[in-house]
């Protein structure tokens, strides 16, 4: 496949991965609802999913378990260093700042850690390795790229193209032509 055709797709699965995954959130917040009424009606917990009569999967409203929960750890510590001290421990890490200013300052790493340009040796600093490349995808607003996209997969232009993805709508789209 051509690179061209290759960076298409990408962009059109992207597409509909992002559409869907907006759709899911709407769908989830009005199925729980819709389940909670249920529940609250029925006393029922789990349904059943059918299409044509049979069974293609089960739909159960779980609850998180509650209970106590720390939401001011550092209120508790300071109140528990008074009467429990061996539950408390004290850690020392760099301010927020102090890291990208360290690195900032950086000219060369060694063995025995980094060399800042006033010949500081400062330990515990290593040349991490490039992470692994990724693509970014961003649409063209001059084009509305993305309605482009939409447009095409919606009239069977992409179909070839997506065609062996595994996506059901898309086999189905491929049938029909």
């Known amino acids: 496949m051509l690179l061209r055709d290759t960076n298409l797709r990408y962009a059109a699965l992207k597409l509909i991965a992002d559409i ?4 899911m959130k709407a769908e989830k917040a009005d199925h729980l609802e819709a389940l909670e009424a249920s529940a609250e009606d029925s006393g029922a917990k789990s349904w059943t999913v059918t299409l044509g009569g049979e069974k293609v999967a089960s739909v159960t ?15 508790l510590a300071e109140h528990l260093e008074q009467s429990r001290p061996e539950m408390v421990e004290t850690v020392k890490r760099l301010k927020p700042w102090a890291s990208k200013e360290v690195l900032a300052s950086i000219v060369e790493v060694t063995e025995d850690g980094a ?37 095409a997969i919606r009239s069977g232009e992409l ?9 059901p709508m898309l086999d189905a789209q491929r049938a029909d032509a």
């Open 20 to 23: 869907v995954a907006e759709a």
């Open 61 to 75: 409203l779980a609850q998180r378990a509650g209970g106590p929960k720390v939401i001011d750890e550092d209120a």
């Open 115 to 151: 060399v800042t340009k006033d010949g500081e040796l400062l330990p515990g600093i290593v040349e991490a390795p490039a992470g692994a490349p990724y693509q970014s995808l961003r649409w063209d607003t001059k084009s509305d790229g993305k309605d482009v996209v939409a447009d």
């Open 159 to 167: 179909r070839d193209l997506l065609a062996d993805t595994g996506l």
